[in-house]
């Protein structure tokens, strides 16, 4: 989308290890593209993260947040937390976080509202199962899940769309090019009508990118990047996927 600068994002998800995670920012951080890179890690590894890559372009961020800014949740983490550490984005509503942790739409909206109260910037996650697909209901599935997720005060800045489809993550499928676009149009149409400034929030495709696929699905219209799972724990592929967005 002209005008919009590409994110590629990656979720390592509950995987690495210290030495892994400082091996793969040492690969990372020299490195600057046409593109802003984001490296999401677990939380034990944010500080160390953090301080390897000081003084790069990478960007750090989390993978959840609580939606309250501190109090009795034992073993939960706070938005404003995450901003100490340095991080500037954070994942939230991820399928994973839907499907383990019973997350509702509604619960990630709030999420997102400290997220945003904490000067982060949301990358709230949305996308149809294998069965919802199939029964020809995506659109509507993914227009309620941005309808309930997404808070007020979300701007182009402060927010960015990813649309995973449940059933193209970690699997190696990924819908056609014409299913994202047909998607990510619905999407940007509705952020326009819903959103402050949602004819420039970033809206990215996740699912099984890698870097053989990655500049066929960045080129899609309304496509502004890509959330990488799986293929952003090797140095070498998240930077074949960040030179094909
Ligand atoms: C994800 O879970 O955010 C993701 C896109 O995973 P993968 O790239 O491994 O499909």
């Given at each position: 989308t002209p005008g919009i600068r590409p994110l590629v994002a990656g979720n390592w998800k509950m995987n690495g290890s210290l030495a892994m995670a400082s091996a793969l920012v040492g690969a990372l951080k020299g490195r600057q593209g046409n593109v802003d890179l984001l490296v999401c890690p677990p939380f034990p590894y944010l500080a160390a993260v953090g301080a390897a890559l000081a003084g790069s372009k990478l960007a750090l961020g989390a993978q959840d947040c609580h939606a309250?800014?501190?109090?009795?949740?034992?073993?939960d983490v706070a938005a404003p937390m995450l901003a100490d550490l340095g991080c500037s984005y954070v994942i939230l509503g991820h399928s994973e976080r839907r499907t383990?942790?019973?997350?509702?739409s509604g619960m990630v909206a709030a999420k997102a509202q400290a997220a945003l109260a904490a000067g982060l910037t949301a990358i709230i996650c949305v996308g149809e199962t294998e069965a919802q697909r199939n029964a020809g209901e995506e659109l509507k599935i993914v227009e309620k899940q941005i309808v309930e997720s997404v808070?007020?005060?979300?701007n182009a800045g402060n927010t960015v769309i990813a649309y995973e489809p449940v059933w193209a993550i970690g699997t190696g499928k990924t819908p056609t090019a014409a299913d994202v676009e047909a998607m990510h149009r619905h999407i940007r149409a509705l952020l326009k009508s819903r959103v402050t400034g949602g004819a420039g929030m970033r809206i990215l495709y996740g699912g099984s990118v890698k870097p053989s696929n990655a500049a066929e699905l960045m080129a899609?219209?309304?496509?502004?990047g890509a959330l990488v799972?799986?293929?952003?724990?090797k140095a070498e592929d998240f930077w074949g996927i960040a030179e094909g967005a």
């Open positions: 309250d800014a501190s109090g009795a949740h034992t073993g383990d942790h019973g997350e509702t808070p007020s005060g979300a899609v219209a309304e496509v502004n799972g799986g293929a952003s724990l």
